[in-house]
Structure formats: structure tokens, C-alpha cells
């Protein structure tokens, strides 16, 4: 059974940071890309990152770049982003996703 559990999530004021982790069981994980994803309220899914198997090539949102950061841990078959800098209009439910399993999404809630 795959199953995506992100942590992480919560509550930060703008210009803050926050942490997400993706921990994957259930499937090949080394071999993955692994991608996060965001949904705010009334608005559609948005890529945010990915991450290439061996962690060697990365893409981030023009949003986001310079201020996100996604890594992975093979050895603990789980993957990171690690958000600076947040903006108000960022507060969503952040998901991550591996062959187009979903985890159930950590919510980021960012106060102005």
C-alpha cells in the first residue's frame, strides 16, 4: 500500500519559515521524482517543486525560487521543502507526490 504523509505544517507569520516533510513508504522511493504541490482555497493545484531521483536536478516555481528549497533523503525515503520567506497569498494545503500518489497535504497557514 503507497502512502505519503506529510508533516510539518502550521501556522507562521509572513517573512517566516516553515518546514514540510513528505515521508513515502510503499513504493521505489530512490527511484522517484518527487514533486510538491499547493491548493489554496477556491484556487487550482500548483506545482511548487521537484526533485529528480538522486536529488541532483531540482525545479521550483518562478514564485519560488530563491526563497524554497526541496531535498530528499533516500535512506529515509522522504522529502523536504523548506520554505523562507513566506508571503500571505501562500497559505495553502501543501502536498507532495510520487507516480501521481498523493499524500493527504499539510496545511500552511501564513499570517499578514
Known amino acids: 500500500q503507497v502512502q505519503l504523509a506529510e508533516s510539518g505544517g502550521g501556522l507562521v507569520q509572513a517573512g517566516g519559515s516553515l518546514r514540510l516533510s513528505c515521508a513515502v513508504s510503499?513504493?521505489?522511493?530512490?527511484?522517484?521524482?518527487m514533486k510538491w504541490f499547493r491548493q489554496a482555497p477556491g484556487k487550482e493545484r500548483e506545482f511548487v517543486a521537484s526533485?529528480?531521483?538522486?536529488?541532483?536536478?531540482?525545479y521550483g516555481a518562478d514564485s519560488v525560487k530563491g526563497r524554497f528549497t526541496i531535498s530528499r533523503d533516500n535512506n529515509k525515503n522522504t522529502v523536504y521543502l523548506q520554505m523562507n520567506s513566506l508571503h500571505a497569498e501562500e497559505a495553502a494545503v501543501y502536498c507532495c507526490d510520487a507516480y501521481s500518489y498523493w499524500g493527504r497535504g499539510a496545511q500552511v497557514t501564513v499570517s499578514s
Open positions: 526533485i529528480s531521483w538522486n536529488g541532483g536536478t531540482t
Open positions: 510503499g513504493l521505489t522511493f530512490s527511484t522517484a521524482v
